[in-house]
């Protein structure tokens, strides 16, 4: 798959590749609940309700994919994960054992509770922080608490510390994950290589979204937050993606970092069919719900796949309802099918 960047206008997609026979990818939503109250999502003001699934039913979903695909990663997703430690830590282990890859998001609050060795012994392969700018004033402020920054700043230099100091080996990767929006799209260069200071294993970028889980009327922090200067973001945006070409510390790829800035060009832009999350991905709420993407079920009139309390992965996975929704998905046109982890794959 060829990739062209242009300056104003989305990455130009080829043709995609064929349909895999088993997911690639296992999203297990851990929990909805969340310590920080984050202005661009409302996650926080869930709470999550009794009767979702249990360690043991998410373990069993696990065992299905190695079972099954025998490759794969484990995606655990929140919320705040690490509010659930225990539960983190048993689906990665249970992974590992399984042959499966593991990766995770968390804020990082949690984590000096956990014990650095519990985590680089049995947890998630790919452990991602969120830490947005290399400023204080600037990451609390988007996250809603202060005193998070110099937490999160901590955690990670001495989690890379210990990780140094010990006999046993590891293979857990420590990056950074950053919203780019208007406060944080100036810092980009300087926050690369704040992170780069910390010993982290690399840092990438998203772009900042619609607020997710929007609880208020109409959606004022993205409307403010959005980066508005077409002289900037180009600017910032070329300067990461030249740096890409050269530095693989940044981990968002070139093809990406052209989304990003067609993407603030206009957040409501219709790119060719791109997606392929359908191909590759399949998505565990905390109900049990599947579905082909995260915003499946907007496509299909509500419906999910299934539910696994009912039904095999393997089953919802290649069964009516998913081949309907696929033929859906495959002529969408919303822009999130240019998200990495949606989108089709090829070269970068």
């Known amino acids: ?181 208007k406060a944080t799209l100036p810092l980009a260069r300087q926050h690369v290589d704040f992170v780069r200071s910390l010993g982290a294993d690399g840092v990438m970028f998203q772009a900042l979204g619609r607020t997710f889980m929007n609880q208020g009327h109409g959606d004022p922090f993205f409307d403010r937050q959005r980066p508005d200067d077409p002289a900037l973001v180009a600017s910032v945006l070329d300067d990461l993606i030249a740096l890409r070409e050269r530095d693989g510390f940044l981990n968002t790829e070139a093809r990406d970092l052209g989304w990003i800035r067609s993407y603030f060009d206009d957040p409501d832009f219709t790119a060719e069919p791109v997606c392929g999350s359908a191909d590759r991905n399949v998505m565990v709420n905390m109900y049990g719900e599947v579905q082909l993407c995260f915003g499946m079920k907007g496509l299909t009139g509500g419906r999910a796949l299934g539910d696994v309390r009912t039904s095999s992965l393997r089953a919802l996975w290649t069964g009516e309802q998913a081949a309907r929704a696929r033929g859906i998905m495959d002529h969408c046109r919303k822009n999130c099918g240019m998200l990495h982890c949606h989108r089709r794959q090829g070269a970068a």
Not at 2 to 25: C, D, H, K
Not at 165 to 173: F, G, L, S, W
């Open 1 to 181: 798959m060829n990739i062209t960047l242009r300056r104003g206008s989305p990455p130009a997609v080829e043709a995609r590749p064929p349909r895999a026979a088993a997911p690639q990818y296992l999203f297990i939503e851990i929990t909805t609940a969340c310590n920080l109250r984050c202005k661009q999502c409302h996650m926080w003001m869930s709470r999550e309700p009794a009767g979702t699934l249990t360690t043991e039913e998410k373990l069993a979903l696990v065992d299905e994919l190695a079972d099954w695909a025998q490759t794969g990663v484990v995606v655990m997703t929140g919320g705040e994960t690490f509010m659930k430690a225990d539960e983190v830590l048993a689906l990665s282990r249970r992974a590992r054992q399984r042959g499966l890859s593991t990766a995770v998001n968390t804020n990082g609050t949690y984590l000096r509770g956990l014990g650095f060795d519990a985590l680089l012994d049995d947890g998630p392969r790919y452990l991602v922080i969120s830490l947005d700018a290399p400023t204080a004033e600037i990451h609390d402020w988007i996250r809603g608490q202060p005193g998070t920054f110099d937490q999160v700043v901590g955690v990670i230099r001495d989690l890379v510390a210990h990780r140094r100091a010990r006999a046993r080996p590891t293979d857990v990767k420590i990056l950074v994950n950053a919203i780019l929006c």
